[in-house]
């Protein structure tokens, strides 16, 4: 940590131990290893190279989140949001975009390469983290593994002994996942909106099952004692966490800074990755300042090329790489297989004698299972609304088994890609979370909230994912580990290898894919 601790964070900052004693050592135009991205599978990759000896670089497009801003933190709290939460926005765009049909959840902000961004393509927005740490700086923290059997349907080829055995196991240590005290769960007031939620399951004939994070729950004890700042209970999450969260930059990226042999850059965005004539690879990266300007195009080389941008960003950048003739040789299942892991939002109007509570921690710990119902598979998240106030609102975000899969295709009018998901493909998703709530509903005498997603009618939050996945299949667009096929010494190793779908909260899953990918890479792949 004190390499991440001691970084120049104004502006683009070159990472590694040599920060010790300067804040920009000389920039690395080439290394043995680049790792494009620093969210779940790139920050794993990174350790990995770095703990195996070789030199390793970098390439985050986002900033490194370390230094406190006016208020004395490093990132604001949903409620009250400033130019440190949304990429290059003059107005926030939370998921909730109302309440009580009045447009008082989003405020104006300065715009500043924020912690989160939300992608928009034609039927469909995502949300990423930016930063070192991607995702982990931005999500709930819901450490899930896979129902096993589901995870085999998924990957057929994949051994699942030596992924629940091995690589699931390393990856939940790496993390620092951890579960809430049962009997604290039960007492304490910041959990009442959950554990009301699960009465309304149970009522309807519904399990519910705790599920693990990587808050630190040991620390929330401590902001209910009042002995610790309040993090998880004042309000933070979806634009970062000052406290308690163990995100990847306090541990996998922290551990591969460690080895100093890894040296992170950020604001430094990859838009164009070629292979010369000798075999290695060269990536064109844009810097930009604080303001979004390019200050300049440098170019990198490399021997070998790991690819964590995440779903959407390692598949751009692949699309792109085919159509645009650099990698020529990508196979055509390269953009293909992509879904939203079934995302849908929506909340329920609970009785007045049924309080969920002024105060509610932003860390999620319980779910609705329902997985097993063949007919209507889903997994819904008992999503924290903490406002301050008592609301009498249930929110969740279900995960339903939606077999719609969507494919990126290359814009050459803007040198993007669009995303061929269709509205159509989302009611599918909805109509397997109505089906769950119309149960609840019915075995309470409750309704759904009409008041929180912009419009009116509009009960299902359809038109966004926290969870893309797909674009890069494993065993598919890569062999059975994450290698590209067509390219020796081309990996990916971030969520594009999930088919769509995972059933629950993915983040797990990539770092334990992304550790079976690193443990085969560096035994075969690289020289001793």
């Known amino acids: ?27 690395v135009d080439s290394a043995p290893a680049i790792v494009v991205g620093s969210g779940y599978g790139a920050a794993v990759a990174a350790l990995r190279l770095g703990q195996a000896g070789i030199r390793t670089l970098v390439l985050e497009m986002g900033r490194l989140w370390n230094t406190a801003g006016p208020d004395g933190k490093v990132f604001c709290s949903t409620t009250a949001p400033d130019q440190r939460s949304m990429w290059f926005r003059t107005r926030t765009e939370a998921p909730l975009a109302s309440f009580l049909w009045l447009d008082v959840v989003n405020k104006d902000i300065s715009s500043y390469p924020g912690v989160l961004d939300r992608v928009h393509f034609a039927n469909m927005s995502v949300y990423v983290g930016r930063g070192v740490g991607g995702g982990s700086l931005v999500n709930g923290g819901m450490a899930v593994t896979p129902l096993r059997s589901y995870f085999a349907e998924q990957f057929p080829t994949v051994d699942v002994n030596e992924m629940y055995s091995t690589y699931f196991p390393r990856a939940r240590s790496m993390l620092g996942v951890n579960s809430v005290d049962p009997a604290w769960f039960e007492s304490t007031d910041w959990y009442r909106f959950t554990r009301v939620s699960r009465k309304h399951a149970q009522n309807a004939g519904l399990k519910t099952a705790f599920v693990p994070n990587v808050y630190d729950f040991g620390y929330m004890r401590r902001e209910a004692d009042g002995t610790a700042t309040k993090s998880a209970l004042g309000g933070e999450v979806i634009y970062g966490n000052n406290q308690g969260k163990r995100s ?24 164009a990755v070629s292979r010369a004539a000798d075999g290695t690879y060269v990536l064109t990266a844009d810097r930009i300042d604080v303001t979004g300007k390019v200050v300049e195009t440098k170019q990198y080389g490399c021997t070998y090329l790991f690819l964590g941008g995440g779903s959407v960003g390692t598949s751009e950048l692949l699309v792109r790489a ?47 299972d329902d997985w097993a119902n063949t007919a209507n598979p889903v997994f819904a998240e008992i999503a924290p609304l903490p406002t301050g106030l008592e609301h009498w609102v249930s929110l969740y975000l279900a995960i339903t088994k939606n077999p719609e899969r969507a494919a990126f295709m290359y814009d050459s009018t803007s040198g993007g890609v669009k995303l061929g998901w269709s509205a159509a493909q989302s009611a599918v998703s909805v109509g397997m979370a109505k089906k769950l709530f119309d149960r609840i509903n019915s075995a309470n005498s409750t309704i759904y909230r009409y008041d929180l997603f912009g419009s009116p009618s509009k009960v299902f939050a359809d038109d966004f994912t926290y969870h893309p996945l797909g674009g890069c299949v494993l065993g598919k667009a890569t062999d059975d580990y994450g290698r590209v096929k067509g390219y020796s010494k081309l990996y990916v190793t971030d969520g594009s290898l999930v088919p769509g779908s995972i059933g629950v909260n993915p983040f797990v899953t990539i770092t334990a894919l992304a550790e079976r990918t690193m443990a085969r890479v560096l035994a075969e792949d690289t020289a001793p």
């Open 1 to 27: 940590m004190a390499a991440l601790q001691t970084a120049a964070t104004l502006g683009f900052t070159r990472i590694g131990l040599a920060s010790a004693h300067s804040a920009e050592p000389d920039a």
């Open 322 to 368: 085919r159509e645009t003739g650099t990698l020529p040789a990508l196979d055509a299942s390269v953009g293909a297989g992509w879904g939203t892991n079934g995302n849908v939002m929506l909340g329920r109007a609970n009785h007045l004698w049924d309080t969920v509570g002024a105060n509610q921690s932003t860390m999620p710990v319980m779910g609705i």
């Open 248 to 271: 990847l930059d306090k541990t996998y990226i922290a551990a591969a800074l460690g080895t100093g042999n890894v040296t992170v850059h950020t604001l430094e965005k990859v838009r």
